[in-house]
């Protein structure tokens, strides 16, 4: 664990000099920088970043810290500083949104609609239909496209799957085409904006300046997410059985739910799909033994899931090595059989969900459709790549998604 405490004592114009300086020690980020955070913060923790303004940063980087400090000491850190970049979207998103809200009684609240009323166990084993449903019709779009003989945009076609779901159980209607774009780009649009660096949060005197217009781009976005919502009619409903019955939907959960629970579930898809067309060895061993247990060209049903240890074990490894931040390929996903290491935040070496009482409150769900997505696409197609060459850049954002899509072209078995 690296911890960097540092204020910089030359005023103002210094500061501006450094802010814009490109260096080795990773300051660059703050101006601009294109990286992904995770490297710059890796980085960073191997140079000891001598420099890194008025703030303190805390960088974990084991097992045994991580447990420390999420589950030994939980109730001290599980508080967050809200960074201008949220600050500034509308709706006073930070004062409703259970990502940002601190621990309090409203905080628990909301937490506990979420997993009594959304996320427990009983409540998705009810709704196993639902989730049949989107995979049908995902395999569906897939079928088509196959006939055609045209490439499909893999993490597009995950992400429309995703967002049906989510927004089926919360409005208990589809959001989106199968060949829609503009709703993903418009979730991923906020997602950015949110994870920029901000100059605000590091020279407060330029909050009121609005430089980089972080405000205005998320109102932008914030309220394209909504007119996308009043366009398919979404309201309260009296008789549906969604989650709007419970008092819990407003903008900002609405906002919450769509994208932390769909845009990170979609680029895990698509890089473990990506890694896996890579791996032929790893994808055989995968299609081997779906067609084992699950018959070959049939969907996995959600009983089936305990019964696939390497799908779950390549869904382990490309979590560890991208916990919906950063991801990579998924080398050796057998460490994880016979392991009862799991995503629940018990398991300090894989945590991609977090832990302790901050712990993703959409785990279940997210898992679930992860392993019925990619094993039934698996179990029903053959794969190959529209490119040989496929471009692995990543690409800048609170997560690590593919700078190009990943075109796959699925083939009848």
């Known amino acids: 664990m690296a911890c960097i405490h540092i204020v910089l004592r030359d005023g103002f114009k210094f500061q501006f000099r450094w802010m ?3 260096s080795s020690t990773g300051t660059k980020a703050l101006s601009g920088d294109r990286k992904p955070a995770s490297q710059v913060t890796g980085k960073g923790c191997q140079d000891s ?8 940063w805390v960088v974990v980087s084991s097992p045994s810290t991580s447990k420390a400090i999420l589950k030994e000491h939980d109730s001290l850190f599980c508080d967050r500083k809200v960074p201008e970049s949220i600050l500034s979207q509308p709706y006073q998103h930070h004062e409703f949104s259970l990502v940002w809200l601190p621990v309090s009684t409203l905080w628990r609240s909301y937490r506990k609609i979420c997993n009594m009323h959304i996320f427990n166990r009983q409540k998705l084993d009810a709704s196993q239909d639902l989730r049949r449903k989107k995979i049908k019709d995902l395999l569906s ?15 597009q076609a995950a992400f429309n799957t995703s967002i049906n779901l989510l927004s089926n159980t919360i409005f208990s209607i589809d959001l989106v085409h ?6 993903k780009d418009t979730v991923w649009g906020m997602m950015e904006e949110a994870g920029k660096p901000n100059l605000s949060d590091h020279f407060p005197l330029l909050k009121k300046l609005h ?11 914030a309220g394209e997410m909504f007119e996308k919502r009043q366009e398919h009619g979404c309201s309260i409903s009296t008789e549906s059985k969604d989650i709007t019955n419970y008092k819990l939907i407003n903008r900002v959960h609405i906002q919450d739910l769509l994208i932390a629970g769909n845009d990170t579930a979609s680029i895990t898809m698509e890089w473990a799909m ?13 299609k081997l033994e779906l067609e084992q247990i699950v018959s070959k060209g049939n969907p996995i049903e959600e009983s089936d899931i305990t019964r696939l240890p390497y799908l779950q074990a390549v869904i382990k490894e490309t979590f560890r090595l991208y916990p919906t931040v950063p991801l990579l390929v998924p080398r050796k996903a057998k460490r994880f059989l016979g392991s009862d290491v799991d995503f629940k935040g018990q398991n300090f070496e894989l945590i991609p969900f977090g832990a302790g009482r901050r712990i993703c409150p959409g785990l279940s769900l997210a898992i679930r459709m992860l392993y019925l997505m990619l094993g039934s696409l698996i179990n029903s197609f053959d794969w190959m790549l529209e490119d040989e060459n ?4 990543e690409k800048f954002g609170p997560t690590i998604k593919k700078a190009k899509p990943l075109r796959t072209i699925p083939i009848a078995i």
């Not at 970043?49 to 303190?56: L, R």
């Not at 430089?211 to 976005?221: F, V």
């Not at 990506?274 to 995968?286: D, G, I, R, T, Y």
């Open 274 to 286: 990506a890694e896996l067309l890579h791996n032929p060895e790893a994808l055989s061993k995968v």
């Open 178 to 183: 199968p060949n829609e774009r503009k709703f």
């Open 20 to 22: 814009t300086q490109t």
């Open 390 to 393: 496929m471009d692995m850049e």
């Open 141 to 155: 779009y897939v079928e088509e496209n196959c006939r055609a003989g045209k490439a499909i945009d893999f993490g």
């Open 49 to 56: 970043w001598p420099y890194n303004e008025s703030k303190t």
């Open 211 to 221: 430089l980089q217009g972080t405000s205005h781009h998320n109102t932008l976005y």
